[in-house]
T-cell receptor
């Protein structure tokens, strides 16, 4: 069900700074943790994901970290750029992905 | 070449009408979905469907019905449209036991 909490709901950072979005989940059986990015007027797109047997994954300026003990996973964006401005989702995964409202990130030039 | 395609992209219609949105995927995925995104960006699952089961979000009115002629298509039919149905509707697909979703470009429905 809808048992993932995402924080913050909105985030503003200066260009070049880092941004971190955190999601907390409750189902210990969860084993797949994706992050989606939705730019204004566009579709959500998978940008990075991690499975429960891995603690961290990086792809250029973005990374996802997983803390299974604390049941949270985070998206890290370094050297933010204006094109990183978007809504980011960490859906609760299961039979169906529950997305919610995500985090609205604004990168200020 | 598009992986998940939806038509139409925009749909403006009057209250009370019946309309359909079409979705096709060429990824060979076994499961397809419909999501509704409201003006506050809340993205809510409506249905998921593969050739074995249809899972319906219990909050979806029965005026909404998915129709799947084959594994590559999942259309959304809406009866008796209401003002509150105005939203962006996204189709998506996935291979159930592997990884993430691929979304279509969305259909912006406006009910007047």
């Amino acid at each position: 069900g809808e048992n993932v909490e995402q924080h913050p709901s909105t985030l503003s950072v200066q260009e070049g700074d880092s941004a971190v979005i955190k999601c907390t989940y409750s189902d210990s059986a969860s084993n797949y943790f994706p992050w989606y990015k939705q730019e204004l007027g566009k579709r959500p797109q998978l940008i990075i994901d991690i499975r429960s047997n891995v603690g961290e994954k990086k792809d250029q300026r973005i990374a996802v970290t997983l803390n299974k003990t604390a049941k949270h996973f985070s998206l890290h964006i370094t050297e933010t750029q204006p094109e990183d401005s978007a809504v980011y989702f960490c859906p609760n995964t299961g039979n169906q992905f529950y997305f919610g409202t995500g985090t609205s990130l604004t990168v200020i030039p | 070449d598009t992986a998940v395609s939806q038509t139409p992209k925009y749909l403006v219609t009057q209250m009370g009408n019946d309309k359909s949105i079409k979705c096709e995927q060429n990824l060979g995925h076994d499961t397809m979905y419909w999501y509704k995104q409201d003006s506050k960006k809340f993205l809510k699952i409506m249905f998921s469907y593969n050739n074995k089961e249809l899972i319906i979000n219990e909050t979806v009115p029965n005026r909404f019905s998915p129709k799947s002629p084959d594994k590559a298509h999942l259309n959304l039919h809406i009866n008796s449209l209401e003002l509150g149905d105005s939203a962006v509707y996204f189709c998506a697909s996935s291979q159930r036991d592997t990884s993430g979703y691929t979304f279509g470009s969305g259909t912006r429905l406006t009910v007047v």
